[in-house]
């Protein structure tokens, strides 16, 4: 066999590689802001909210959960333009994302608050907050403490599926190692470098957000 | 042009969903026997043995498998050997499953108490003879659960070997849509198809987790 590893072009194509790289982390930092946001009202409408809420929310978790990820991004992209919704690639990529891991977060959240014990609440409420003040200030931090290895792990997975949006034209790693490789006519070389970053990406992402949860939720998080 | 009926896309879907659940066994069965193969790596004595198996299972747990799958569609043919489709996506998606198993299994072994191991070893069992005779079925009766929840998450990952492109539910249906112009009603029956695959399993491995928490 005559064939020879050639990583000549990674010179020239380091820029272009880094480029996606901060594409991918940008669409998960939004997917995990807008997704957590989601997660947490999904939960706490799946606890306290009228029986129609709750089985809506109930029917989202397991729609999402059990359909491929890429199927929903294409309805998204594709479909939702036939009912007059016409979305930017990266719109339509942060949407399908963030609805994806909302429906994974619900239930991660939800664990979470029945978690905190009903004590914290009474006491809270004894004290004179709020239903919303208890909400936000007493439960919600505790049960964020006992989720967020749980949530860590999630954005990862999330991170590492994101890879798919290359499909639908989204600039993104993924998309430049597919654009690198035509150039190149070297698939292999491109496509193991680019897994070799997205390993370091999904290793240092982890490493943050530990290090990141020490700092905000103090000791204790793993 | 050929007009499509909704009975036609519906019994176009369905012959191509029986690629994906050839595909889901085919991965699922290779995943579990090469999974097996990690475990035993992984639970090894020696050191060097234990993190050979841990590095191969960070790898495939902290890469996408679509570029996994890139990998296989791209490198085995360097090695000599003429791929297709099919043969890249269940060889992709075995190695794929088989560190996720693998890890799900550790966690089963790690959970039982080490007196399981003494007590094999007090009875002059060797160490593959506690294995298979003790420790493995239990570590895989406790870890039923998370097995099954990683088949529909096995099942759901075969729709990306349509970008390699393997003939399954997804290509078939993007073909579909490319002729039909009606992305909202395919796309809708295909999440359907999946919905109707993997609804029942999530269902079946939510009650084996009921059962063992009681």
């Known amino acids: ?73 294409f309805f998204i992209f594709f479909g939702l333009p036939s009912l007059g919704v016409r979305l930017d690639p990266i719109l339509a990529a942060m949407l399908a994302m963030t609805l994806n891991m909302a429906a994974y977060t619900i239930e991660i959240v939800g664990a979470g608050l029945d978690a905190v014990p009903r004590g914290q609440t009474e006491a809270a409420l004894a004290l004179g907050l709020r239903p919303r003040q208890v909400f936000i200030k007493i439960v919600l931090p505790q049960a ?66 530990v290090s990141g949860g020490r700092q905000v939720l103090g000791a204790g998080v793993s | 042009m050929i007009e499509f009926t909704f009975w036609d896309i519906v019994r176009n879907l369905l012959l191509a969903a029986r690629w994906t659940v050839l595909l889901s066994l085919a991965a699922f069965i290779g995943g579990a026997l090469v999974g097996l193969v990690v475990l035993f790596f992984r639970i090894a004595k020696n050191k060097w043995v234990k993190r050979i198996a841990s590095g191969y299972i960070a790898l495939f747990q902290g890469t996408p498998l679509l570029m996994q799958l890139f990998l296989m569609f791209f490198g085995l043919p360097m090695l000599g050997l003429r791929i297709e489709p099919w043969t890249a996506a269940v060889l992709g998606l075995t190695f794929f499953a088989s560190a996720y198993l693998a890890e799900i299994w550790r966690g089963g072994v790690d959970a039982l108490p080490r007196g399981q191991w003494d007590a094999g070893a ?18 895989f009766a406790i870890t039923r659960a998370p097995t099954v929840g990683f088949l529909v998450q096995l099942i759901k990952s075969t729709a990306l070997t349509s970008i390699i492109g393997f003939e399954e539910l997804v290509r078939t249906s993007n073909a579909i849509n490319n002729a039909t112009f009606e992305p909202f009603k395919v796309y809708g029956l295909v999440a359907l198809i999946f919905f109707v695959m993997c609804f029942p399993l999530t269902q079946y491995a939510r009650r084996l987790e009921r059962a063992a928490a009681r």
Request: contains cysteine; charged residues 15%.
């Open chain 1, 144 to 209: 964020l403490k006992v989720i967020y290895p749980a949530l860590t792990s999630q954005i990862v997975i999330m991170m590492l599926e994101s890879a798919v949006v290359s499909q639908i034209a989204v600039r993104e790693l993924t998309y430049e190692a597919d654009m690198l490789q035509a150039r190149t006519f070297r698939a292999f070389e491109t496509y193991f470098v680019v897994t070799m970053v997205y390993l370091g990406l999904s290793m240092g992402l982890r490493r943050l957000l």
């Open chain 1, 1 to 73: 066999m005559g064939y020879s590893l050639d990583f000549g072009w990674l010179a020239g194509a380091a820029g272009v590689i880094a480029r996606g790289a901060a594409m991918t982390l940008l669409l998960i930092a939004v997917t995990t802001l807008a997704g957590t946001f989601l997660s947490i009202l999904g939960a706490a409408g799946k606890r306290n909210g009228p029986k129609p809420l709750r089985l809506a929310i109930g029917c989202y978790v397991e729609v999402m959960r059990n359909t491929p990820f890429l199927v929903q991004l």
């Open chain 2, 122 to 139: 007090s009875l002059g069992l060797h160490y593959l003879q506690e294995l298979r005779l003790i420790i493995l079925p239990q570590a």
